[in-house]
């Protein structure tokens, strides 16, 4: 049997969390042990714990833009050494196989990989484009320290090569996997009608995500505001919450909201764990982030859930959604295109036909059972 200790960067429910989960938890325990260290507390360690699956707390530092300064990057290095051997003296007398990490985010990798003798797989979920120093830097660490660097998408791996660090036999495409039983169409909604004061005979567009600087819920609103003129049937939702210490950015979004004539067809709530629900009960998901989202789990769930998805044409939903078949993709950070995209589809009614073949594709080249055999191979080849 193979350990395999996890490093992921938080302990929330957003997309690389869910991914590891869903990883954990699908392995074959007879053939390999998850050991999972997360940074904090939270909703995934929880989870992580009551699928049975050892886990750890180890308040480990996380790569973000808040070291980068002087005094920033001193405090980081100190956390960085005293946190990683406090990892190793967790793990004193365990033989681990495979460190498995989950983020460019977590360096404590590289420390560890050499302390306990082992393999690591570096998990990329990312496409870093500013600072380019950071995306130089990384892609360097990745390079030269990974045994195995597994992209989530062909448009990640071909993002790390280009850094000229990532030799291309180094990186293996393995594609998140989402529960087709889960996320499907007939999920029970009837409640989010009475909760969000909808109408049952309204067009639901929305979006999920991250409240930050790139996710796109400016030019989410930017593309719609006209459409709620249009079609007064029509309501918005916008479900996602900032990151801690950057609830200012929830709170201008509200602003703009309501600047909006007909804000009170615009729903806003922050974070919830009801998501096959909420896809269920949407019409068409937006994809609107402004930079490339590497491999959305947001579109593998729409469409797993019979959800058709528009986004702009960049990142990994561009592998995902086949453009005029699955779903429509528009000119990147073009708002204009995007709200043509979603007139389209809401004036012929050809979301239902969209979610359809949105649904089959999710199951025919994205299945969760795909995506844990995938990495389940690799683990043994290692």
């Known amino acids: 049997m193979q350990n395999i200790l996890y490093l992921h960067a938080g302990a929330e429910m957003y997309g690389a969390d869910k991914i590891l989960l869903e990883l954990v938890t699908g392995l074959d325990k007879s053939r390999f042990h998850p050991i999972?260290?997360?940074?904090?507390?939270?909703?995934?360690?929880?989870?992580?714990?009551?699928?049975?699956?050892e886990t750890y707390v180890v308040e480990y530092p996380i790569l973000r833009r808040k070291f980068f300064n002087p005094k920033g990057i001193i405090d980081y290095s100190s956390n960085y050494f005293k946190k990683?051997?406090?990892?190793?003296?967790?793990?004193?007398?365990?033989?681990?196989?495979i460190i498995h990490i989950n983020t460019t985010?977590?360096?404590?990798?590289?420390?560890?990989?050499?302390?306990?003798?082992c393999k690591m797989v570096w998990h990329v979920h990312?496409?870093?484009?500013?600072?380019?120093?950071?995306?130089?830097?990384?892609?360097?660490?990745?390079?030269?320290?990974?045994?195995?660097?597994?992209?989530?998408?062909?448009?990640?791996?071909?993002?790390?090569?280009?850094?000229?660090?990532?030799?291309?036999?180094?990186?293996?495409?393995i594609y998140n996997g989402v529960d087709s039983k889960r996320f499907n169409p007939d999920v029970d909604n009837k409640y989010l009608y009475d909760e969000w004061h909808v109408p049952e005979?309204?067009?639901?567009?929305?979006?999920?995500?991250?409240?930050?600087?790139?996710?796109?819920?400016?030019d989410f609103l930017e593309a719609t505001k006209e459409l709620l003129k249009k079609y007064p049937k029509l309501y918005l939702f916008i479900v996602g919450s900032a990151f801690e210490g950057e609830e200012w950015r929830v709170i201008e979004l509200k602003k703009r909201?309501?600047?909006?004539?007909?804000?009170?067809?615009?729903?806003?709530?922050?974070?919830?764990?009801?998501?096959?629900?909420?896809?269920?009960?949407?019409?068409?998901?937006?994809?609107?982030?402004?930079?490339?989202?590497?491999?959305?789990?947001?579109?593998?769930?729409?469409?797993?859930?019979?959800?058709p998805v528009i986004g702009y044409r960049h990142g990994g939903v561009t592998e995902m959604v086949v453009d005029g078949q699955s779903g429509l993709l528009a000119e990147v950070n073009n708002p204009k295109d995007l709200e043509n995209k979603i007139d389209q589809m809401l004036e012929n009614g050809s979301?239902?036909?969209?979610?359809?073949?949105a649904r089959k594709r999710i199951i025919n080249y994205f299945s969760e059972e795909k995506f844990i055999s995938n990495f389940s191979s690799l683990y043994s080849m290692m």
Request: hydrophobic share 40%; net charge neutral; charged share 25%.
């Open 36 to 53: 999972v260290v997360l940074p904090n507390e939270g909703i995934l360690k929880d989870k992580l714990e009551e699928s049975g699956i």
């Open 84 to 97: 990683s051997k406090e990892i190793v003296k967790l793990l004193k007398g365990r033989n681990i196989d």
């Open 105 to 117: 985010a977590v360096l404590e990798g590289v420390y560890l990989k050499k302390k306990l003798h």
């Open 126 to 173: 990312e496409i870093i484009l500013h600072p380019r120093m950071i995306y130089k830097f990384l892609s360097y660490l990745i390079g030269h320290y990974a045994d195995k660097c597994v992209a989530v998408s062909k448009a990640v791996k071909n993002h790390l090569i280009e850094s000229g660090y990532v030799k291309e036999d180094l990186v293996d495409v």
């Open 201 to 218: 005979d309204a067009l639901k567009v929305g979006m999920i995500g991250r409240v930050n600087a790139w996710k796109g819920q400016n």
């Open 257 to 307: 909201i309501v600047a909006i004539p007909e804000h009170n067809r615009i729903i806003f709530s922050e974070f919830r764990t009801d998501t096959p629900a909420i896809h269920s009960f949407l019409d068409i998901l937006i994809m609107p982030s402004t930079n490339p989202d590497p491999l959305p789990t947001v579109v593998l769930e729409a469409m797993s859930s019979g959800t």
């Open 351 to 357: 979301y239902v036909e969209y979610g359809q073949k």
